[in-house]
């Protein structure tokens, strides 16, 4: 029987008694499958500390880190993010999704959901309720209509380099920014600054939303 892989995991948010009542059932549930790297209460601590911790999954406090805090994360970080709400709302989990979280769990969602949600997202998959998933499909239908025109006049603002770095972005999704730097013969520092004014020019907060909206008009393909 193949034995589930090791999870790095840093709790971003104020709920402590949440954040280690979680971490305890976690791993008395699945022994040695969970290394807790981190546990800091805001996204600029998350933001200094994820360099050095590695984790593989971030589960983030919406309720008291907060949207902002969440785009700031998914801006700035690789690892991939899990956001924990204390109600459902699929309108609020929707705009989760478009700030960078690759998925939404409840905190009274039981600890083994958490746990499988935990597991998918470090997997590459997506864990939303059904709710949440047709809110974001009824967004992306009515967006691709209304926002069409002006994603063409977005991209027609971007000048050839920063073209070609979205591009490089779709190609090596996934690579962090030192590795995307090399690619492209620039300096880290030189890519985030790129990467400001992309975001700026666009309106889309991170590198998440990004690549999703790049991959949809299909500049890779363009390039």
């Known amino acids: 029987m193949e034995h589930p892989q090791l999870i790095r995991l840093m709790m971003v948010g104020e709920d402590r008694v949440f954040a280690g009542r979680l971490v305890r059932v976690l791993r008395e549930a699945e022994p040695g499958t969970l290394v807790l790297v981190g546990t800091v209460a805001g996204s600029e601590q998350a933001c200094a500390l994820v360099g050095r911790a590695r984790p593989d999954v971030i589960l983030l406090d919406l ?12 801006a700035q970080c690789a690892a991939l993010i899990l ?11 929707a705009r989760a999704v478009r700030m960078g979280a690759r998925g939404i769990v409840l905190k009274t969602d039981a600890p083994e959901t958490i746990r499988k949600a935990l597991r998918k997202v470090k997997e590459g998959e997506i864990w939303l309720d059904r709710r949440t998933s ?25 000048t050839s380099r ?16 030192r590795t995307l730097a090399a690619q492209l013969g620039i300096s880290d520092q030189t890519l985030r600054n790129h990467f400001s004014a992309i975001y700026r020019k666009l309106g889309i907060p991170n590198r998440s939303g990004l690549v999703a909206y790049a991959t949809r008009l299909r500049l890779d393909a363009a390039a």
């Open 63 to 74: 309720e008291t880190v907060g949207f902002e805090g969440l785009g700031q994360i998914g």
């Open 83 to 93: 956001a924990v709400a204390a109600q459902r709302d699929a309108v609020a989990g």
């Open 134 to 158: 047709s809110q974001i499909l009824r967004e992306v239908i009515v967006g691709h209509r209304n926002g069409e025109l002006a994603a063409n006049e977005g991209i027609a603002c971007l």
């Open 162 to 177: 920063e073209r070609d770095i979205v591009c490089a972005l779709v190609r090596h999704d996934g690579a962090n920014g």
